[in-house]
């Protein structure tokens, strides 16, 4: 957050559900508010596969996980390059939670915006797992769409 009180960098993660799609929409218009740079990021998690599967599997998943998250922050970034908003996206192997936090600490973010709840877990009645850690574990301000 600069000196006015401002947004200067967002963070956006994706799983590419609808809800994160909701917080990237209420991200970008922060970001058009406060000429922020809004970081879309995906996180390629790979949970046990690395243990159940032989190594021709991992890497074919990996390879399919990996494209499937660029899909989703190109998705944003459109929807951000629409809006006259910078954009600067990430894909990288980690669980959700944690690479977040390291993003966020990586980067300066002074926001993370995220969807309520997401693909893992659409029935929730009211806050998703990762959320729920995200808002209690970050040091940063989380709103959620």
């Not at 009180?5 to 590419?16: A, H, S």
């Not at 809006?83 to 966020?104: C, D, F, K, M, S």
Request: net charge negative.
């Amino acid at each position: 957050m600069n000196a006015t009180g401002e947004f200067d960098d967002i963070l956006v993660p994706t799983d590419g559900s609808e809800a994160a799609y909701n917080g990237a929409q209420q991200a970008i218009k922060l970001a058009q508010r406060n000429g922020a740079t809004v970081h879309v990021l995906y996180a390629i998690d790979m949970g046990d596969a690395d243990f159940v599967a032989v190594p021709s599997d991992i890497k074919e998943t990996r390879t399919r996980i990996e494209k499937k998250g660029q899909t989703f922050v190109a998705e944003i970034e459109a929807l951000a390059d629409d809006a006259g908003v910078e954009t600067v996206t990430t894909v990288t192997p980690n669980t959700p939670l944690q690479a977040i936090r390291e993003y966020v600490d990586e980067h300066g973010i002074d926001l993370v915006v995220m969807g309520k709840r997401g693909r893992s877990d659409p029935d929730k009645p009211l806050i998703g797992s990762v959320t729920n850690r995200a808002i209690g574990e970050l040091d940063v301000p989380v709103f959620t769409a």
